[in-house]
């Protein structure tokens, strides 16, 4: 411990004789306290007491002589020598001391050569330079044991001090050379105890500790490494010695021990306290810092560490419950949830239960945007179907807000059993613009595959959207959700049966135009396809694409831009790249290579699909009936909705402007004015056709 003011205050007042009891009593009970005896030596040479500080620090130096605490005598050396000894003193007295340390050492003398510790002895700090260097190397010394990354345990079993470089043997039948200057930073000694040494050594007896004593175990090994270590690393430290099988029966025993500390939130390391009575503080100062969902994450794991401890964590959440209500009703319905499941049995006064948060919410929706618990957020919309009257109004609408499936199967669950229009009316509307919601149209794509209903509401244009979320950017987060539904026993292979014959064309269209796919992936569909049409197999010409001139003349611009431009950066990124070194482990190369693989992709697409592209005629469109090129009015049930039908190249579901291969162009297209069709279930009327320019 440091000197206190009190003692300093004696120092100040001349009371020496109390100063050196203290002293002398400080000896008996600590004598390897430095910071103390270091601290009140100065203190006394501050006062011009340097005889008497020199007389402490010498009893000081022969106790820990008497001692043999060797490792303590020479910190005293490099923190108070000059108080201690005289200046030609210092060098000889920690030679003698290292000699005590590592003299048994066959290598001590080279290793005392190889950092020129025998030469300029009156070069104190360059002294203590050489004596760190000496100390990194002397406890490599032949016959130690030491753990190296990749390689794991081995033994030193050559010093070349001509070389100035190790040989260390991991077992193989050459060992690994290591030159002094690397093997700090590439090798770690292992002590004697060290559970890697123990793994090296004794691996039966370890074994034979993981089935008899798991915590001792991981007392051990967290303190062999002596600092935080995630689960992985202790699993991994322990691979040999906790079979695989058995890793999870053996970790969920050994750290319930009350010693073991868990720190962080999401990826926890882990220490060893020193007591019991330290762990649970140790917890404490780590909830009072903690932000409010992590301290519900600690009263989950830690609060039956203690009961004291459980009831004041427990009690500092009802408070921030309450005064969360207002400001946060999200986080206070956590709260509450937590409270009745992991502190029900404390009896918490004070503390607001779920069923009264929802009961007072006028309008629920803040506390349910502010869950951000999944479990947490289920119980909510439960209690709201139980205690309100609005739970159907309030489902549908957060259907578009939600983004976790399972809560949008509950809420898509309970929408069909009461009210399955509004849950199909949604449905429609996200199809048409799956873009704007990539979490919604995911789960749409993804719960088809198990729901007939589903996919047999509009199969094309599922398939269809389905293909461009796989090749939209925005739709990246959800690509690892989208692929497998393009696979063998996914949503598009069943999405085929429910085509009619005259979507079966369309939709092969669509599979050969879908940049998103692979071509096993495209090569699979098309033969379901055939093989439910086969017809298709016999169809032969050219594909065509119309689109305004606009969209062409766009398309044509990009693949310029690919060719000119993006191409030669890119070869060029992978040539340097290249040049960077080893391509397996290199970023920069993989990163290169793999934006080269999506260019020529592109490139070839934009070449295949331009050379199908017809540009759309406007001048000589026939505006006696709904044709590719038009501009439709409808009227219906006193709405008006106006719908451009041009090429794929052109559509913005969003503002109307439809490609001729969705359902509702296809419904219109040979339509008059008169004609009746029906949009997003209305009934509107043909009023008007003209030309899209107009």
């Not at 205050?9 to 002293?23: G, P, T």
């Not at 937590?338 to 009264?356: F, N, Q, V, Y």
Request: charged content about 30%; proline content about 5%; hydrophobic content about 40%.
């Amino acid at each position: 411990m440091a000197i206190s003011r009190e003692l300093r205050n004696r120092i100040e007042k001349q009371d020496f004789d109390s100063v050196e009891a203290a002293w002398l009593d400080h000896l008996e009970t600590d004598p390897g306290d430095l910071d103390f005896f270091v601290g009140v030596a100065r203190s006394l040479v501050g006062v011009a007491q340097d005889e008497r500080a020199r007389f402490l620090l010498e009893v000081l130096d022969e106790a820990l002589r008497d001692q043999q605490r060797w490792h303590t005598r020479l910190e005293l050396l490099r923190g108070a020598g000059s108080l201690l000894l005289e200046p030609e003193q210092i060098h000889p007295e920690i030679l003698e001391t290292l000699r005590a340390l590592y003299g048994e050492s066959p290598s001590f003398d080279g290793f005392v050569k190889a950092v020129r510790l025998d030469k300029a002895p009156h070069d104190t700090p360059k002294t203590w330079e050489k004596v760190d260097r000496f100390r990194e190397l002397a406890i490599y010394d032949v016959g130690q044991t030491v753990w190296m990354a990749g390689k794991g345990p081995g033994r030193v079993a050559e010093v070349n001090l001509e070389l100035d470089s190790l040989k260390v043997d991991f077992g193989g039948k050459t060992p690994l050379t290591v030159g002094f200057r690397a093997a700090p930073k590439m090798l770690m000694a292992l002590t004697e105890g060290h559970v890697l040494r123990r793994k090296l050594e004794e691996p039966e007896a370890l074994v034979a500790l993981a089935d008899e004593d798991p915590t001792e175990l991981l007392r051990i090994t967290l303190e062999s490494l002596g600092r935080p270590m995630s689960a992985s690393e202790i699993r991994e430290t322990l691979s040999g010695v906790v079979p695989e099988k058995r890793w999870t029966s053996w970790w969920g025993t050994a750290r319930k021990h009350p010693q073991v500390v868990a720190h962080g939130s999401g990826r926890h390391t882990y220490t060893w306290s020193a007591s019991s009575e330290h762990a649970v503080e140790a917890v404490w100062e780590r909830f009072e810092t903690a932000e409010p969902r992590e301290k519900l994450s600690l009263l989950r794991k830690e609060g039956d560490r203690d009961p004291d401890l459980g009831r004041r964590m427990a009690e500092d959440l009802a408070s921030l419950a309450n005064g969360a209500v207002d400001t946060d009703p999200g986080l206070a319905f956590e709260i509450a949830c937590a409270l009745e499941r992991d502190a029900g049995g404390l009896g918490i006064d004070g503390a607001p239960s779920p069923t009264e948060l929802i009961g007072r919410a006028e309008d629920p929706q803040p506390l349910l945007s502010g869950i951000a618990d999944r479990a947490w957020k289920e119980i909510a919309y439960r209690l709201l179907r139980e205690t309100s009257e609005r739970w159907v109004e309030v489902y549908g609408a957060r259907l578009a807000r939600e983004e976790d499936p399972r809560v949008l199967d509950l809420l898509a669950d309970a929408l069909e059993e009461k009210d399955p229009t509004a849950l199909w009316r949604w449905v429609d509307a996200t199809m048409v613009q799956a873009s704007r919601n990539p979490p919604a149209f995911t789960w749409i794509a993804e719960r088809a595959a198990e729901d007939p209903a589903l996919r047999s509401r509009k199969p094309l244009a599922l398939l269809q959207q389905l293909f461009n979320a796989l090749a939209d950017k925005r739709f990246g987060p959800y690509r690892p959700r989208l692929l497998p539904l393009v696979e063998s026993g996914g949503t598009a292979p069943r999405l085929l049966d429910h085509l009619e014959k005259r979507q079966a064309a369309k939709a092969e269209e669509s599979i050969h135009r879908a940049a998103g796919l692979e071509g096993y992936q495209r090569d699979a569909l098309t033969n379901a396809l055939h093989l439910r049409y086969p017809e298709l197999r016999s169809e032969s010409g050219q594909q065509v694409i119309y689109s305004t001139r606009e969209a062409i003349e766009a398309r044509r611009k990009e693949l310029e831009t690919l060719v000119r431009k993006e191409l030669p950066e890119n070869r060029k990124a992978i040539e340097e790249a290249r040049a960077l070194g080893d391509l397996r482990e290199n970023f920069e190369y993989k990163s290169a290579r793999q934006r080269h693989e999506y260019l020529s992709a592109r490139q070839a697409k934009l070449e295949r699909e331009l050379t199908m592209a017809r540009p759309i005629d406007v001048e000589n469109i026939n505006t006696s009936e709904v044709r590719i090129g038009t501009r439709v009015t409808l009227v219906g049930d006193g709405a008006e909705r106006v719908i451009t039908i041009l090429g794929p190249w052109d559509s913005k579901p969003e503002e109307d402007v439809l490609a001729y291969e969705s359902d509702l162009a296809q419904s219109l297209l040979g339509k008059r004015p008169g004609d009746r069709v029906e949009a997003g279930g209305v009934a509107f009327e043909v009023r008007e056709i003209r030309p899209y320019t107009d």
